[in-house]
């Protein structure tokens, strides 16, 4: 999402053809951001008010992810949320419930304002016997008024304190792309991933066995793509050039099989 058909609320020329040529096309996909912080209903909004328009149920959040993760590990279990709605919303739609005594996990997202009381919380917690879970590895972020730490930089204070490291289920983490891929009953070989930064979006889309396309319209300027020790499958400047490719990747994907005889 960012970096990909945005720069904060500013949208990338190109982004809302793209969209659009992915909706024409029929072609199943995902917006994906690491951001754990929003909802994908506020997610829509924030990107409706940039002119571009996509599907609620098309957005997927490391939030989502996680909570999906979690629901997969131990159903039913319990949680102690150091993050905002978004985090907090998919936790009890995964049936979590939430609490300082004694969780199953602790489960660290961005905020907008942590509380040294809520780390220390989670610190105490993790030291009881909690696993400890993160959204992503993000060790900062962007903002109007410059870099911002996120949940990557908070989770490493905690790891110094207790010596636990969390497990990560976020980008890079392939397993956000095996679960995006699951949500739109896609298959790794006929998807293709497109991501702006290497480091993150197109080494989770490497592993996860898709192909990759950078647009380098985000993180990962083009001078620096070499010096990473896996490639892309392609890599183009923005978004926009890649709206006459949806058509090309419409012809070639699979078709569904309507002989009975299945011949």
Not at 158 to 171: D, F, L, N
Not at 206 to 211: F, N, S, Y
Request: glycine fraction near 10%; proline fraction near 7%.
């Amino acid at each position: 999402m960012d970096g990909v058909l945005v720069h904060e609320e500013v949208p990338i020329p190109g982004a809302q053809e793209f969209i659009e040529a992915l909706q024409r096309s029929g072609l199943g996909f995902m917006v994906l951001t690491n951001n754990s912080i929003f909802t994908p209903r506020d997610l829509r909004a924030r990107l409706l008010g940039s002119g571009i328009d996509v599907p609620e149920s098309a957005i997927w959040t490391s939030a989502l992810a996680t909570a999906q993760f979690l629901h997969d590990q131990r159903p039913g279990g319990s949680a102690y949320v150091v993050g905002e709605t978004g985090l907090t919303t998919a936790m009890h739609d995964a049936g979590y419930v939430m609490t300082d005594r004694d969780p199953d996990y602790v489960v660290l997202g961005e905020t907008r304002t942590y509380s040294f009381e809520a780390i220390t919380r989670a610190i105490r917690l993790i030291d009881g016997g909690a696993r400890f879970i993160a959204t992503n590895p993000d060790p900062s972020g962007p903002s109007q008024d410059g870099k911002l730490p996120a949940t990557g930089a908070v989770a490493s204070l905690i790891t110094t304190a207790t010596g636990r490291a969390p497990y990560y289920v976020g980008k890079p983490n392939s397993l956000m792309m095996r679960s995006a891929l699951n949500r739109i009953d896609a298959h790794s070989e006929t998807t293709v991933m497109v991501g702006d930064r290497m480091d993150t979006d197109i080494i989770a889309g490497l592993e996860a066995g898709l192909r990759t396309v950078l647009v380098t319209s985000g993180s990962t300027p083009p001078e620096q793509v070499g010096t990473f020790p896996y490639r892309p499958t392609e890599v183009y400047e923005s978004v926009a050039d890649l709206v006459d490719l949806v058509e090309e990747w419409a012809q070639a994907a699979p078709r569904p099989n309507h002989d009975p005889d299945g011949q």
